[in-house]
């Protein structure tokens, strides 16, 4: 194995570029071919070396063509290991991001205040797993001066694994919160995957960063031994310090430099991204951003992919936060915009993946939550809401919800979209 990643590390230097997608195929590139469900990524080896490819890593003989194809029984433990090579070789700053909610953002946040000093590179969207960090590890180039590398997980052990390839030097949790619970077991298996990556940089004695608002972090801070610690939050004695002024839909709030105080703006919904916004903060002030950039990157910053956005259409204002859900952030999310000052407000949620036994609980008490704040109009999707409430409209999928309102259109309504991806509640959007 070490033979073939110093052939291909050699390669790969010659470009800093690999790729999964055959379909960006450029000259010098390593083009590593993996199998789905529905397509055969070795089956497109011969086209990536007809345009340029150097090497092709394949796990099935019969589409070798020449040397050029390296024939290996794991594609994705080679690109570990070719992510692990070059991570040896990166003498440069590497943030690691991990939580339950909110780690997109925050990744995001932090990317935009860094890049007001420094030439960064931060993980695309949330491929934040064991293909997507490995991938983020070799997009970087010499030109680099400080990575940000988002982690997430759904079982024990992954936020280890994924650390052990990037070894960052510093890091954050956003939040530990009920998620993945089929994978986790219990939050406690949460708090304990989640703070892998505590372990990990105290190990090395590094820097965390810790949310001092989090009992549960701040808990995990104790047992540590050699990393050091800065802290930021709401309370008093923190090192980095701000307050949330408030959330109307956008969330607005300040922070504390010495003497001086900075109003922040931002595009984001809720005040449960205060969280988010001062982890940026606080990491922008330790990389000695000027604080009146670091303003100016949050402010500036507007969330996309259904994530915290604010969308007004013809008929309707809309709060659009449906590219995840879990108990944690269904919980803040209804929380908040039951504090929304409008008029006709219409609750539209989605069932909530991947809690095993505790699925029913946590959809009974989502329900409870929304009926007591008595919202005009309450619509939950999927099987999981089935029979839970006799004050809802209940849909078995979007596509049902979607084909009755678009026959019977609400209209001057503020609406919250909220579920998990599988939920598919987006797809409502088209028709409000």
């Known amino acids: 194995m070490d033979q073939l990643i110093e052939k291909l590390y050699s390669a790969y230097r010659q470009s800093y570029r690999v790729t999964t997608d055959s379909r960006q195929i450029t000259p010098g590139c390593i083009f590593f071919a993996f199998k789905g469900e529905s397509f055969d990524g070795n089956a497109f080896a011969p086209q990536a070396l007809e345009q340029g490819a150097a090497y092709c890593v394949i796990s099935n003989p019969q589409y070798r063509v020449d040397e050029r194809c390296l024939v290996v029984e794991d594609v994705l433990a080679v690109l570990q290991q070719l992510a692990r090579r070059h991570r040896k070789e990166l003498c ?82 956003t939040n530990c919160g009920k998620a993945h619970l089929e994978g986790f077991g219990s939050f406690q298996g949460v708090v304990k995957t989640k703070t892998e ?54 969330m607005r709030f300040y922070f504390e430099v010495g003497d001086n105080v ?97 699925s029913e609980k946590e959809h009974q008490e989502v329900v409870r939550l929304v009926e007591e704040s008595q919202f005009e109009v309450v619509v939950l999707v999927g099987p999981e809401f089935k029979g839970l409430s006799q004050k809802s409209v209940w849909f078995e999928d979007s596509e049902k919800a979607v084909a009755y309102f678009k026959m019977n259109p609400l209209k001057e309504s503020t609406i919250l979209l909220k579920g998990s991806n599988g939920s598919k509640m987006w797809l409502l959007e088209q028709v409000l």
């Open 262 to 358: 900075y109003t922040v703006q931002s595009h984001l919904l809720g005040g449960y991204n205060f969280d988010n916004a001062m982890a940026a903060v606080a990491v922008g002030l330790h990389f000695g951003v000027e604080p009146f950039d670091i303003k100016e990157a949050i402010e500036a910053y507007e969330p996309s992919n259904k994530r915290s956005q604010y969308k007004k259409t013809e008929h309707n204002a809309l709060f659009l936060d449906c590219y995840n859900a879990n108990p944690s952030s269904m919980k803040v999310s209804v929380e908040n915009f039951a504090r929304l000052k409008a008029a006709h407000k219409v609750v539209m949620l989605g069932g909530m993946k991947e809690l095993g036994n505790d």
């Open 197 to 250: 990556l505590y372990r990990h940089i105290d190990n090395k004695g590094g820097l965390l960063f810790v949310n001092a608002d989090s009992n549960v972090l701040m808990e995990e801070k104790s047992r540590l031994m050699q990393a050091q610690t800065k802290t930021y939050g709401q309370k008093e004695g923190v090192q980095y310090r701000g307050s949330l002024i408030g959330s109307d839909p956008y």
């Open 92 to 173: 440069i700053p590497f943030v690691g991001i991990t939580g339950t909610n909110g780690k997109t953002t925050t990744k995001e946040l932090v990317n935009a205040v860094l890049s007001r000093r420094f030439r960064t590179h931060a993980t695309q969207g949330n491929h934040n797993n064991h293909l997507g960090v490995p991938l983020t590890i070799l997009e970087i180039g010499p030109q680099v001066q400080l990575a940000i590398v988002e982690m997430g997980a759904n079982h024990p052990g992954e936020i280890e694994m994924l650390c052990s390839m990037s070894d960052p030097d510093c890091g954050l949790i």
